[in-house]
């Protein structure tokens, strides 16, 4: 079922593309993308703001959110390379667009795991609204 819904997701935005991205490409593009970004955000909330305070503010979690994209981006260009095979180009226009929508749904599975996760934050429960 989640193989399903993350082909669904991913073609929803990127349109008619070359049969390859759906049968080896958006699946663990979609794992790569939920297991990291639940990884950073419970880095953030349990790691650095369960140690010290000092990272609960809005920054902070901006800083984490832009890295948690920029790797979920760059994770797209090695799959691709790894497993695309000679169909597949990593530079290609198709999966620079899927680069960016990777970036989207990363900031907005962080979003929520945010939402989920910070209620069990010792010290930032209020971060980032």
């Given at each position: 079922?989640?193989?399903?819904?993350?082909?669904?997701?991913?073609?929803?935005?990127?349109?008619?593309?070359?049969?390859?991205?759906?049968?080896?490409?958006?699946q663990?593009?979609?794992?790569?993308?939920?297991?990291?970004?639940?990884?950073?955000?419970?880095?953030?909330?349990?790691?650095?703001?369960?140690?010290?305070?000092?990272?609960?503010?809005r920054?902070?979690?901006?800083?984490?959110?832009?890295?948690?994209?920029?790797?979920?981006?760059?994770a797209?260009?090695?799959?691709?390379?790894?497993?695309?095979?000679?169909?597949?180009?990593?530079f290609?226009?198709?999966?620079l667009?899927?680069?960016?929508?990777?970036?989207?749904?990363?900031?907005?599975?962080?979003?929520?795991?945010?939402?989920?996760?910070?209620?069990?934050?010792?010290?930032?429960?209020?971060?980032?609204?």
């Open positions: 079922m989640l193989p399903s819904v993350m082909s669904f997701l991913y073609a929803l935005l990127h349109g008619q593309q070359d049969p390859i991205f759906e049968d080896k490409i958006y663990p593009v979609g794992i790569m993308l939920l297991l990291s970004t639940l990884f950073i955000v419970g880095i953030y909330y349990f790691g650095f703001n369960g140690l010290r305070a000092k990272f609960s503010t920054r902070s979690w901006y800083a984490f959110l832009t890295f948690d994209v920029v790797l979920n981006f760059l797209v260009i090695f799959i691709v390379r790894a497993l695309g095979g000679g169909h597949a180009d990593p290609s226009f198709a999966t667009l899927l680069c960016l929508i990777n970036a989207l749904y990363t900031a907005i599975v962080f979003f929520v795991f945010s939402i989920i996760l910070k209620m069990g934050s010792p010290n930032a429960r209020r971060t980032p609204f």
